[in-house]
């Protein structure tokens, strides 16, 4: 999106064409970076006044604006420094947005364990005050106590199970993302920056 904002904006693309920047702001915290990088750029993008003939076909080259001073992001590469060995950008972001993907589901996984667990130690602290308090040692109130303690427990252990097998997911496809970003990808920086 960022070369396709950059194209549109100093003159690479048509040039009789406006651009607008939508921008999806997330108040995620795995997608802070991608926020922030979003902003900055149309931060610069605001600042940068470039003149009506800019967008003229004949001077696609004002100027009001100095291409040089513009930044790619990390992993943008310009024509002639694609090599065949980079690991693709495109598969780069598909296995990053499956990676935040996967860290929302055990984020909110492990919230609602959270969650549960906490309704269930406020159940079991009850139960357990129930029990003690009974002066008549009932039988029945005992195995309804123990049947109880069991299903709980059970649930405990399958909550836990749950999550560990989500984390171990996470993990293992975690460390083979960061497997495949360690195939060099260059940083494209112009100017005097």
């Not at 999806?24 to 915290?29: K, L, R």
């Not at 560990?164 to 496809?173: G, P």
């Amino acid at each position: 999106m960022t070369e396709r904002l950059v194209a549109n904006y100093f003159g690479y693309a048509c040039c009789t064409v406006r651009t607008v920047m939508i921008a999806a702001v997330s108040p995620c915290a795995s997608s802070s970076d991608h926020t922030l990088n979003t902003l900055r750029y149309a931060d610069r993008v605001k600042e940068k006044h470039v003149s009506a003939d800019a967008f003229n076909e004949g001077n696609a080259e004002s100027d009001a604006v100095d291409v040089d001073d513009v930044q790619f992001e990390e992993g943008k590469r310009s024509g002639d420094d694609i090599h065949e060995n980079d690991y693709p950008e495109e598969a780069r972001q598909g296995v990053v947005q499956t990676l935040y993907e996967e860290q929302e589901t055990l984020l909110n996984t492990h919230m609602t364990a959270i969650q549960e667990n906490a309704e269930l130690l406020t159940e079991e602290g009850a139960m357990l005050a129930d029990i003690q308090n009974d002066a008549s040692g009932d039988a029945a109130n005992t195995e309804q106590y123990i049947s109880r303690l069991e299903e709980i427990l059970a649930q405990k252990a399958q909550t836990i199970s749950t999550l560990r097998r989500q984390l171990a997911t996470f993990r293992q496809h975690l460390e083979g993302e960061d497997q495949a970003v360690q195939t060099p990808s260059r940083k494209v920086v112009r100017g005097g920056h």
